[in-house]
Nanobody, 122 residues
Framework: QVQLVESGGGLVQAGGSLRLSCVDS????????MVWFRQAPGKEREFVAR????????VYSDSVKGRFTISRDNAKNTVYLQMNSLKPEDTAVYYC???????????????WGQGTQVTVSS
């Protein structure tokens, strides 16, 4: 059973940084590909970043490449999203999700956290 809980969101000025965390209280964290999605008001949920089971492979959306870094610590059952050089357009609810197969499509993910709000002021 995968149970995901995100934390680390908040209000930050443009150009600032935040680090999101997502902890899995289950016991099979290393078996899952982990991904971060985000959803802004009135918009569809969009892919942000993905990390492989062992953490050796990462994929980013073009909109965050070079600014965000996804990482994971399988010993702590935790995936992180370090967000630097934040922009107002990064404002959204950020969700972590888990799947046994890599995908950038939200419908492919069975396990989701509750989301954490990130607001970037200009």
């Amino acid at each position: 059973q995968v149970q995901l809980v995100e934390s680390g969101g908040g209000l930050v000025q443009a150009g600032g940084s935040l680090r999101l965390s997502c902890v899995d209280s289950g016991h099979t964290f290393s078996a899952y590909v982990m991904v971060w999605f985000r959803q802004a008001p009135g918009k569809e949920r969009e892919f942000v970043a993905r990390i492989s089971w062992g953490g050796t492979s990462t994929v980013y959306s073009d909109s965050v490449k070079g600014r965000f870094t996804i990482s994971r610590d399988n010993a702590k059952n935790t995936v992180y999203l370090q967000m630097n050089s934040l922009k107002p357009e990064d404002t959204a609810v950020y969700y972590c999700a888990a799947s046994t197969r890599p995908s950038m499509v939200p419908a492919s993910y069975s396990y989701w956290g509750q989301g954490t709000q990130v607001t970037v002021s200009s």
